[in-house]
């Protein structure tokens, strides 16, 4: 095998195999470097997102929800099911064939573009050089012309909390836990705290979030985040906001979890407690201190717009630099990065990345918020339709929720599109595509869309933009 390449990846994630595809796609001798191995010792390609994120969270997600609709929500369609079970390891052996069927995709799509996977921890050294050591301490160096860092993130711990795997766990071991906790403690009421909490909770645990902060979900929309917070409250979810978690100890078989709040200091047995307070770039021992490479103040490597590090030819991308932790993110950064190296004017739009909470109903997320918009003086106007008034949301029995789109003020230009409900991940797609061309608010509302669908959901509240929506009485009307 050579160890010469136009291009040697370090971290086979979405930022890192993305990139590597595309590069050997562009005709770039291209090397994924990847420290991960399965249990029978071979590297493991997918990353994060594919073994222990968004794939993995997502087959549980609907595992839990399907049983959890016909405990729950089949009656009002006629529908009765008694005694409906959980088989917890079958549920988790499904959720494992999806995540081996895709990351074994991965091999074979490497295979066919021609990226070579090299199994080993990678560090760069000056000069573009990568020291791969493999699980038997050999070490090797690859010449690479370019160097893309893909290495992820891990998931921060708190001191109060330290994760044992048992009691204490992380979002890897609540997505593996054997059987239903009685009662499940969430520390952070986040995209995972969320996402997992809702998975158990519709399994049977009864489900406490301890959240720091007073606001919920404060980078969403408020509005949204606001409908979401009572949603989730009937369903279950016991979130407490303003909570400080100050220790927590395994007695008995349990975790005892002590915190303070407005009510002052309290105290909750949990049989689990997820912690889930963020996660952060994995970018220590990742470069040698020559090699030209710096972090910045929140430890994520240094890079600018175009994924650059301050070394030459040698660029980061994916959860390992600034921007949202994403795999939609990361995967775009390294296609714009591969491109650049193939000497194409490839480049990203930040402005216009979705974002998703995979609850039910979804939360989903695109450009400005109303109060970013607010606090930065834009003028703006705002469309909001809710769900109750969708035929088809109704025919579904999934009313909850609404869209809301926001738009210049002076320009109709949209800047935002935020929704809870129904399919909300693929409805707020359809905005991304709008923001992306320049649509105006005028633009959506002129569009066909197909009746009955939910996207219609999207059409109206665009014609609320301006007080032209059809099946809501507008609150201001314009001609
Ligand atoms: P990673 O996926 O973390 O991959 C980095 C890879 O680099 C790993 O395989 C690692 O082993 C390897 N590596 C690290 N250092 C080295 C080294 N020195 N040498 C060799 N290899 C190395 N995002 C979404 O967009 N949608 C979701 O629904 C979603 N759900 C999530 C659910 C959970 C429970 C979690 C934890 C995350 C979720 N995310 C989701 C976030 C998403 O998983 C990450 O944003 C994404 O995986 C980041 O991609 P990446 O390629 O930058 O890093
Ligand atoms: P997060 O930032 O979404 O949520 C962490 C929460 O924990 C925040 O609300 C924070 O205020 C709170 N918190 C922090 N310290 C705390 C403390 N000591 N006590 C109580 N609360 C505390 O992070 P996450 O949920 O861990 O997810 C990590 C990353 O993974 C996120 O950036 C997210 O984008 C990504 N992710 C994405 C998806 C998705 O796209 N659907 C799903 C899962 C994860």
């Keep these: 095998m050579s160890d010469k390449y136009d291009v040697v990846v370090i971290g086979a994630g979405p930022a890192g195999y993305v990139a590597a595809i595309r590069a050997a796609q562009l005709g770039l001798s291209t090397a994924c470097v990847e420290q991960w191995l399965d249990d029978k010792g071979k590297v493991r390609l997918g990353g994060t997102c594919l073994n222990v994120g968004c794939i993995p969270s997502k087959a549980l997600l609907d595992s839990s929800y399907k049983f959890a609709e016909a405990r729950d929500h089949l009656a009002v369609h006629g529908i009765a099911i008694e005694g409906a079970t959980i088989d917890v390891p079958a549920m988790l052996q499904r959720k494992d064939s999806i995540v081996d069927q895709l990351t074994g995709g991965i091999a074979g799509l490497f295979k066919h573009n021609g990226v070579t996977p090299v199994s080993g921890t990678g560090r760069v050294l000056a000069g573009a050089r990568v020291e791969v050591t493999d699980k038997d301490g050999n070490v090797r160096e690859l010449q690479a012309g370019n160097v893309i860092i893909a290495a992820g993130s891990v998931p921060v711990e708190i001191p109060p909390a330290p994760i044992d795997n048992e009691y204490i766990i992380d979002s890897t071991g609540a997505l593996a836990l054997s059987d239903v906790p009685q009662r499940l403690g969430v520390i952070g009421a986040g995209v995972i705290g969320l996402e997992l909490g809702s998975v158990w909770n519709r399994l049977g645990s009864e489900v406490v979030m301890l959240e720091a902060l007073d606001d919920f979900l404060p980078m969403m929309d408020v509005q949204i985040a606001r409908e979401a917070a009572k949603i989730f409250k009937k369903q279950g979810l016991d979130i407490r906001l303003g909570t400080r978690v100050t220790g927590a100890e395994v007695k008995n078989g349990v975790v005892e979890v002590s915190y303070t709040s407005a009510d002052g200091d309290e105290v909750e047995t949990f049989d689990k407690l997820i912690v889930a307070v963020g996660r952060k770039p994995r970018s220590k021992e990742l470069f040698a201190s020559d090699s030209g490479l710096t972090l910045d103040e929140r430890g994520y490597i240094f890079v600018n717009d175009y994924c650059e590090t301050e070394a030459p030819h040698i660029f ?59 606090a930065d003086g834009t003028p703006y106007k705002s469309g909001v339709f809710p769900f109750a008034a969708s035929g088809r949301a109704l025919a579904s029995n999934e009313s909850e929720g609404m869209v809301k789109i926001l738009a210049h003020a002076d320009t109709d230009r949209v800047l935002g599109c935020h929704i809870v409900g129904p399919s909300a991940a693929d409805l707020v797609q359809q905005v991304v595509i709008a923001m992306e061309f320049g649509s105006s608010a005028e633009d959506i509302g002129l569009t066909v869309f197909g009746h009955p669908t939910l996207s219609e959901a999207v059409h109206e509240a665009a014609l609320a933009v301006d007080g032209h929506a059809i099946h809501i009485a507008n609150r201001k009307k314009r001609k």
């Design 316 to 374: 980061a991308v994916g959860d390992v630099v600034r921007g949202p932790m994403l795999a939609h993110k990361g995967s775009e950064e390294g296609i714009m990065v591969a491109e650049r190296i193939a000497g194409k004017p490839a480049q990203m739009n930040y402005d216009c990345i979705p974002s998703v909470i995979y609850t039910h109903p979804e939360v989903a997320a695109v450009g400005k918020t109303e109060q970013e918009l607010k």
